[in-house]
């Protein structure tokens, strides 16, 4: 029997009252990505490298410190990803790397893979654009406490922090860490395995606590789902559990990214001192549950009311009232961010190309960090104290209100117009017939995803066009040389439908984003996707209107250059939306929809130049789905609707491909055929070929072309190795709609990597051709 609240220790930590839930850790100037790629490829040493990782966490806490925050987060540096550390702390990675000797080697192992081992798979962190490397357990796993790491930086912040400020190390908690991981080898569902993990949690505690730790951060952003029906009891033992240990530092459990429902008042009544509210994500409802919740007046609560995911700046008069109406629901109230800034860029001043109206809209992480000093000391020393800064934030909310760029008249008619006509294209055995007819290919064609190495030669030509040393015509010049190379390779390793390799392209959603109006795309607005792998998301501010054609001359180039179907390559709407920073003024489906008639617009004058395949890539459709069941079905109306408005412009003969790629596709599979594309190519290469039988089981009957190598690994897959894939395919796809490709684009890696599992693709393909 669990221990009741009342049983718990005597925890004395001060009160914080500002702080944030988490921080980035790539650097401002992506410092760690270059020392992270340079270790991996032998020009960094691991003392560079770890030089790099001390002073990013150096400046880091010593940021927050100075702004004004109480309370510095530690242990979010990660070198990889966050959920990875956990597993290292836990003694659960895998046992094929237990061969590297070298602790951080064996790590990046893990995560990256090597020539002879397979990482581990990837997905995304909730509805987010960060990847998770998903932990594997299995029945052989044994978990053993390693908190090396954590008691090293909870070490390190102390002495940059000193007296004044308190440093709270922060890991993610044991059910959200079980409930993300993928059993292996026959075992049963990871969360069976929670008693295991209570006692060495509880271990942890007591050496955070001889430490010299007042506060523990444990994230649980899982309570925020519905991925278990359970989660809220069990969030309550654990919690009482943990909350009981007879040596602690107080307990801070952060929910993020949604209303904790249940889990709220579960983990209320546990002995935990302070727990998280997204206020933002979670809106009305997650502010409904806190005055709801009578336990909570004996607790802290972190209230996250300034948006850790958008750019948005904090109607500061909104955040105040909402945290007035908290101050009986709680304890103490303590102003924070909604989530980690992880997910937005470093600041605002990197950006000098703003205008002042858009400027004055936008808050990047900095910014962020002085709104809950600024919300956090108005609840301390009163509103007076900071009335020109509410001022302030009052005239850029009315000032974006009333802007002429967020209404498109012209725009908005022809979107109501379409969508009454419909968006339903032939039916889709009529339209295999007339692709077949138009592009006589081989059974098991081949293909890639879109993008080819981004060479050194593509980036220094886009360095000097930005630095004006060459002009326009110069770089379209060069870019129309990387094609040539490009077509002329695949024609020699023997691909029937070829790509252009996107060398002009920056970044598949940017580049879309900087010829659209309504986006504007910051410069040095880096956020971490996974690893080292670094993005610019645009931010959508408008009504979207696409004033030209965006990709027709180079597709049309790269077609002129073979007889064989070049692939026309746009990004959908719905991932558009996903890896941007997206107006909240308006409802979702309806910037999607503006998105998707730009879209619509291109693909019908590729049809119109002659391009007989266009490939509309959605990655992210998993990836925005709500976290609440309720909401899934809503959402997946609307994203599929955008993605047909999007492609429904052209004639039955022109072949619509799309992609979709790391994500657990089992809750949208059904949105992937209801996407109807006539070629749907998807990540299946490290799932081992899992998404098939889903798809079979809602009988799905166009083709497919499961990814048959990683291309987020280093290691060149060997042709036998394919050929076992493609029957794996071939046992759930009949050979008629079946594709060969790889999981993803190819942007990436190396030309002498791509030459080579290309080369084995093709003749893994022809290999399995034979034996039809």
Same mark, same amino acid.
């Given at each position: 029997?669990?221990?009741?609240?009342?049983?718990?220790?005597?925890?004395?930590?001060?009160?914080?009252?500002?702080?944030?839930?988490?921080?980035?850790?790539?650097?401002?100037?992506?410092?760690?990505?270059?020392?992270?790629?340079?270790?991996?490829?032998?020009?960094?040493?691991?003392?560079?490298?770890?030089?790099?990782?001390?002073?990013?966490?150096?400046?880091?806490?010593?940021?927050?410190?100075?702004?004004?925050?109480?309370?510095?987060?530690?242990?979010?540096?990660?070198?990889?990803?966050?959920?990875?550390?956990?597993?290292?702390?836990?003694?659960?990675?895998?046992?094929?790397?237990?061969?590297?000797?070298?602790?951080?080697?064996?790590?990046?192992?893990?995560?990256?893979?090597?020539?002879?081992?397979?990482?581990?798979?990837?997905?995304?962190?909730?509805?987010?654009?960060?990847?998770?490397?998903?932990?594997?357990?299995?029945?052989?796993?044994?978990?053993?406490?390693?908190?090396?790491?954590?008691?090293?930086?909870?070490?390190?912040?102390?002495?940059?922090?000193?007296?004044?400020?308190?440093?709270?190390?922060?890991?993610?908690?044991?059910?959200?860490?079980?409930?993300?991981?993928?059993?292996?080898?026959?075992?049963?569902?990871?969360?069976?395995?929670?008693?295991?993990?209570?006692?060495?949690?509880?271990?942890?505690?007591?050496?955070?606590?001889?430490?010299?730790?007042?506060?523990?951060?444990?994230?649980?952003?899982?309570?925020?789902?519905?991925?278990?029906?359970d989660a809220p009891a069990l969030a309550e033992r654990v919690y009482t559990a943990l909350g009981s240990a007879s040596k602690r530092p107080a307990i801070h459990v952060a929910t993020y990214f949604g209303d904790?429902?249940?889990?709220?008042?579960?983990?209320?009544?546990?002995?935990?001192?302070?727990?998280?509210?997204?206020?933002?994500?979670?809106?009305?409802?997650?502010?409904?549950?806190?005055?709801?919740?009578?336990?909570?007046?004996?607790?802290?609560?972190?209230?996250?009311?300034?948006?850790?995911?958008?750019?948005?700046?904090?109607?500061?008069?909104?955040?105040?009232?909402?945290?007035?109406?908290?101050?009986?629901?709680?304890?103490?109230?303590?102003?924070?961010?909604?989530?980690?800034?992880?997910?937005?860029?470093?600041?605002?001043?990197?950006?000098?190309?703003?205008?002042?109206?858009?400027?004055?809209?936008?808050?990047?992480?900095?910014?962020?960090?002085?709104?809950?000093?600024?919300?956090?000391? $108005?609840?301390?020393? +009163?509103?007076? /104290?900071?009335?020109?800064?509410? &001022? !302030?934030?009052?005239? #850029?909310?009315? %000032? @974006?209100?009333?802007?002429?760029?967020?209404?498109?008249?012209?725009?908005?008619?022809?979107? $109501?117009?379409?969508? +009454?006509?419909? /968006?339903?294209?032939?039916?889709? &055995? !009529?339209?295999?017939? #007339?692709?077949? %007819? @138009?592009?006589?290919?081989?059974?098991?064609?081949?293909?890639?995803?879109?993008?080819?190495?981004?060479?050194?030669?593509?980036?220094?030509?886009?360095?000097?066009?930005?630095?004006?040393?060459?002009?326009?015509?110069?770089?379209?010049?060069?870019?129309?040389?990387?094609?040539?190379?490009?077509?002329?390779?695949?024609?020699?390793?023997?691909?029937?439908?070829?790509?252009?390799?996107?060398?002009?392209?920056?970044?598949?959603?940017?580049?879309?984003?900087?010829?659209?109006?309504?986006?504007?795309?910051?410069?040095?607005?880096?956020?971490?996707?996974?690893?080292?792998?670094?993005?610019?998301?645009?931010?959508?501010?408008?009504?979207?209107?696409?004033?030209?054609?965006?990709?027709?001359?180079?597709?049309?180039?790269?077609?002129?250059?073979?007889?064989?179907?070049?692939?026309?390559?746009?990004?959908?709407?719905?991932?558009?939306?996903?890896?941007?920073?997206?107006?909240?003024?308006?409802?979702?489906?309806?910037?999607?929809?503006?998105?998707?008639?730009?879209?619509?617009?291109?693909?019908?004058?590729?049809?119109?130049?002659?391009?007989?395949?266009?490939?509309?890539?959605?990655?992210?459709?998993?990836?925005?789905?709500?976290?609440?069941?309720?909401?899934?079905?809503?959402?997946?109306?609307?994203?599929?609707?955008?993605?047909?408005?999007?492609?429904?412009?052209?004639?039955?003969?022109?072949?619509?491909?799309?992609?979709?790629?790391?994500?657990?596709?089992?809750?949208?599979?059904?949105?992937?055929?209801?996407?109807?594309?006539?070629?749907?190519?998807?990540?299946?290469?490290?799932?081992?070929?899992?998404?098939?039988?889903?798809?079979?089981?809602?009988?799905?009957?166009?083709?497919?072309?499961?990814?048959?190598?990683?291309?987020?690994?280093?290691?060149?897959?060997?042709?036998?190795?394919?050929?076992?894939?493609?029957?794996?395919?071939?046992?759930?796809?009949?050979?008629?709609?079946?594709?060969?490709?790889?999981?993803?684009?190819?942007?990436?890696?190396?030309?002498?990597?791509?030459?080579?599992?290309?080369?084995?693709?093709?003749?893994?393909?022809?290999?399995?051709?034979?034996?039809?």
């Open positions: 029997m669990a221990p009741s609240a009342s049983e718990g220790p005597t925890v004395t930590a001060q009160p914080f009252t500002a702080t944030v839930t988490g921080s980035p850790r790539i650097g401002p100037r992506r410092e760690l990505k270059r020392a992270t790629e340079g270790y991996w490829a032998g020009r960094t040493s691991r003392a560079d490298l770890e030089s790099v990782a001390a002073t990013l966490r150096r400046d880091t806490w010593s940021a927050l410190a100075e702004a004004g925050v109480d309370s510095v987060p530690v242990n979010t540096f990660s070198y990889y990803d966050q959920v990875l550390d956990t597993a290292v702390m836990l003694g659960a990675l895998p046992p094929r790397v237990a061969e590297v000797d070298d602790e951080l080697d064996r790590y990046f192992a893990a995560a990256r893979g090597t020539d002879t081992i397979q990482p581990l798979e990837m997905t995304k962190w909730f509805d987010t654009n960060y990847h998770y490397i998903v932990p594997e357990i299995g029945p052989d796993t044994r978990f053993a406490l390693d908190a090396t790491k954590v008691l090293a930086e909870l070490t390190e912040a102390a002495e940059v922090l000193g007296r004044d400020v308190a440093a709270r190390p922060v890991v993610v908690g044991p059910i959200t860490f079980l409930l993300l991981s993928k059993a292996v080898g026959g075992a049963g569902a990871p969360i069976d395995r929670i008693d295991e993990l209570v006692p060495l949690y509880t271990e942890l505690l007591g050496q955070l606590a001889d430490a010299g730790a007042d506060w523990v951060q444990f994230d649980e952003p899982v309570l925020v789902t519905d991925i278990s029906a904790p429902g249940d889990g709220l008042a579960a983990l209320a009544r546990t002995p935990v001192e302070a727990i998280g509210v997204d206020l933002v994500a979670g809106g009305k409802t997650a502010l409904a549950q806190v005055g709801a919740v009578p336990e909570l007046r004996e607790k802290t609560l972190v209230a996250g009311i300034v948006d850790g995911r958008n750019v948005w700046r904090t109607d500061l008069e909104a955040a105040l009232a909402t945290l007035a109406t908290l101050l009986g629901s709680a304890q103490t109230v303590a102003v924070s961010t909604s989530c980690s800034t992880l997910h937005v860029p470093y600041t605002l001043a990197a950006e000098t190309d703003l205008d002042d109206s858009l400027r004055s809209w936008l808050a990047f992480g900095a910014e962020k960090v002085t709104e809950v000093i600024v919300l956090a000391r $108005a609840l301390r020393d +009163g509103r007076d /104290t900071v009335a020109d800064q509410i &001022a !302030a934030s009052d005239a #850029a909310v009315a %000032a @974006r209100k009333t802007d002429p760029r967020l209404r498109n008249e012209q725009v908005r008619s022809r979107i $109501a117009a379409i969508t +009454g006509a419909g /968006t339903q294209r032939g039916a889709a &055995a !009529a339209r295999r017939e #007339a692709q077949d %007819a @138009r592009l006589k290919l081989p059974p098991l064609p081949t293909t890639t995803i879109g993008s080819y190495p981004q060479t050194s030669a593509i980036r220094k030509a886009r360095a000097a066009l930005r630095s004006g040393e060459i002009d326009r015509a110069e770089y379209d010049r060069r870019m129309k040389a990387e094609i040539a190379d490009v077509i002329t390779l695949q024609e020699e390793l023997g691909l029937d439908v070829l790509v252009h390799g996107e060398p002009e392209r920056n970044d598949m959603v940017q580049y879309f984003a900087e010829q659209l109006d309504g986006f504007f795309a910051p410069q040095n607005g880096w956020v971490q996707s996974y690893g080292s792998r670094c993005v610019r998301p645009p931010i959508l501010y408008g009504d979207v209107a696409r004033p030209h054609p965006m990709t027709v001359d180079w597709i049309s180039y790269a077609q002129s250059l073979t007889d064989k179907p070049v692939k026309g390559m746009l990004t959908g709407p719905v991932t558009i939306l996903a890896w941007s920073f997206v107006r909240d003024d308006q409802p979702l489906a309806d910037t999607a929809n503006q998105v998707a008639l730009a879209i619509r617009d291109e693909t019908v004058d590729l049809q119109d130049a002659g391009i007989a395949v266009i490939q509309v890539d959605e990655p992210a459709l998993r990836e925005l789905l709500p976290l609440r069941d309720a909401a899934k079905d809503a959402y997946l109306r609307w994203a599929v609707a955008a993605f047909r408005m999007a492609t429904s412009g052209v004639s039955d003969a022109t072949q619509i491909h799309t992609h979709l790629c790391y994500s657990e596709f089992g809750e949208v599979i059904g949105a992937i055929a209801d996407l109807d594309a006539d070629v749907t190519s998807i990540e299946a290469a490290r799932s081992h070929m899992e998404v098939l039988d889903d798809l079979n089981a809602i009988g799905f009957s166009n083709s497919v072309g499961p990814g048959v190598y990683d291309i987020h690994s280093p290691r060149v897959p060997g042709a036998e190795e394919m050929v076992e894939s493609l029957r794996e395919a071939l046992q759930a796809v009949p050979a008629q709609r079946l594709w060969v490709n790889p999981d993803c684009g190819l942007k990436t890696r190396r030309t002498d990597e791509v030459t080579a599992s290309l080369t084995n693709l093709v003749a893994a393909a022809k290999e399995a051709r034979a034996g039809l």
